[in-house]
């Protein structure tokens, strides 16, 4: 179970650092502005239109791969009957609590 748990943190890691780098990689909104006169559509990798797609597919893959091992290692990390939660197991026990000693009353002042 150790193992399993351990490919899918490895798995959650590397969808999350492309993840990253497909956001990075995009065009803004205010991109398409220059391409429209001349300047940015020539130095594309994919093309004028192509990229759009192909980045877009891609970050929704990377998305979708990265959700699915986030809501996995919960799965894996859920309380097991008989076991311990994530809160119970560090939770720290509380310190008893103490009355506080009476002060003794100044002298010279009457009741």
Do not use: W, Y
């Not at 399993?4 to 956001?23: E, H, P, R, T």
């Not at 996995?72 to 097991?80: E, G, H, I, Q, Y």
Request: glycine residues 10%; neutral net charge.
């Amino acid at each position: 179970m150790e193992i399993l748990k351990l490919i899918v943190q490895i798995v959650n890691v590397l969808s999350a650092v492309s993840l990253i780098v497909l956001v990075l990689m995009q065009h803004g909104k205010g991109a398409d502005m220059g391409a429209a006169f001349g300047s940015g559509a020539s130095g594309s990798l994919f093309g004028a239109a192509g990229s759009a797609n192909f980045l877009s597919r891609a970050t929704a893959v990377s998305a979708l791969v990265f959700f699915v091992t986030c809501m996995s290692l919960v799965a894996l990390d859920a309380k097991k009957p008989g076991g311990l939660g994530v809160m119970e197991s560090h939770a720290v026990p509380a310190a008893p609590v103490q009355q506080p000693a009476q002060a003794p009353k100044p002298a010279g002042i009457p009741e």
